[in-house]
């Protein structure tokens, strides 16, 4: 049975908790830094959607502050790591480069940057531009140049396609980026071996937790906002075993 323990707190103090060199692998989906920027567009964002992330407090920092957070992340996140871990970070593409830097600095290999692509995605600003049915993830390994691989021979892009979160997902509360299991499952099977440590370190609704017990991985979870840990808590204790 999979062990799981979760934090309601920052997740710099939370990574403190945490024993040094234990985690193999780390699947985040972090504050993107788009918030201001957004609300500055020329988009019907806002009207379509309720939940919108540009309103929710939590993605609005000045760049300057954004950047140091995150490299006290990746700095905290060395510490936890084992040597030949894995790590997923989500990203919108016009911070890759910035990622990639802060990464590098505290010891990731930097590996690649793929693609997700929402099959469904809402049509928001059809009339506008483009529709955007994509976002970045972006792939290290920790002090080495190669980790865990499960591909079991077969070849592996780095363009992965699932449909948006499914409304079934989403019965425990709406957290306006939540991740499809279905995407998540996919690194952690790939990346991670049972048994292993999976850390997510902006947990959010959970997913990563859900994922990772469902596939027999021990499981560390870190949400700084109270009502999306409750969410997460529940909706990961009644995950299937």
Known sequence: MAEIKL????????????????????????????????KNRDTNLSKMRDNY????????MEFDEWTESMDHFFESAAKVMKKGGSMIVFMAIIKVETIIRLAEKHGFYYKTTGIWHKKNPM??????????????????????????FNN?????????????TPVSER????HPTQKPE???KHFVEVLSNEGDWILDPFMGSGTAGVV??????????????????????????EAAE
């Not at 049509?123 to 865990?148: C, D, I, Q």
């Not at 019965?171 to 709406?174: D, E, S, T, V």
């Not at 017990?213 to 997460?232: H, P, Q, S, T, V």
């Open 7 to 38: 934090f309601n707190d920052n997740c710099i103090k939370a990574m403190e908790k945490i024993d040094d060199s234990t985690i193999d692998l780390i699947v985040t989906d972090p504050p993107y830094n788009l918030g201001n920027f957004m």
């Open 53 to 60: 992330f540009g309103a929710a407090g939590w993605d609005d």
């Open 123 to 148: 049509p928001r600003n059809m009339n506008l531009h483009f529709v955007n049915s994509t976002e970045a993830w972006l792939y290290f390994t920790y002090k080495t140049r190669t980790g865990t």
């Open 152 to 164: 079991n021979g077969s070849v592996l892009h780095d363009f992965v396609e699932t449909s948006v």
């Open 171 to 174: 019965k425990y509360g709406k």
């Open 182 to 184: 279905s995407l998540l």
């Open 212 to 237: 990772a017990k469902e596939c027999n991985r021990n499981f560390i979870g870190i949400e700084l906002d109270k009502n999306y840990y409750e969410m997460a808590s529940k909706r990961i204790e």
